[in-house]
């Protein structure tokens, strides 16, 4: 499966943004979705899944602004970020996860600054 993330941008701090994960393939296949986060000179870090049965868990920095979704019928995932902060910024990636199949999106980068 491929996997096309989109909407990331230049927002200021306390904006929102939304990110849009296409997959090519039936996502009802994959147990977990997810997104992950890479900033300059960090380590590729989990901001959010998503199984397939609909439960949800978010890194402690995002719970609470954050929500991931995912419409199986459009093999979509959508990651609502609100009140954006600066530490925020990096490149967010979607991931689609299954027994012994991994596969990842090529990344869309989100910058916070004012």
């Known amino acids: 499966v491929q996997l096309q993330a989109s909407g990331g941008g230049l927002v200021q701090p306390g904006g929102s943004l939304t990110l849009t994960c296409a997959a090519s393939?039936?996502?009802?296949?994959?147990?977990?979705m997810g997104w992950y986060r890479q900033a300059p000179g960090k380590q590729r870090e989990l901001v959010a899944t998503?199984?397939?049965?609909?439960?949800?868990n978010y890194a402690d920095s995002v719970r609470g602004r954050f929500t991931i979704s995912r419409d199986n019928a459009k093999n979509t995932v959508y990651l609502q970020m609100n009140s954006l902060k600066y530490e925020d910024t990096a490149v967010y990636y979607c991931?689609?996860?299954?027994?012994?199949?991994?596969?990842w999106g090529q990344g869309t980068l989100v910058t916070v600054s004012s």
């Open positions: 991931n689609a996860f299954k027994y012994l199949e991994d596969y």
């Open positions: 998503i199984l397939s049965g609909g439960s949800t």
């Open positions: 393939g039936n996502i009802v296949n994959f147990n977990v």
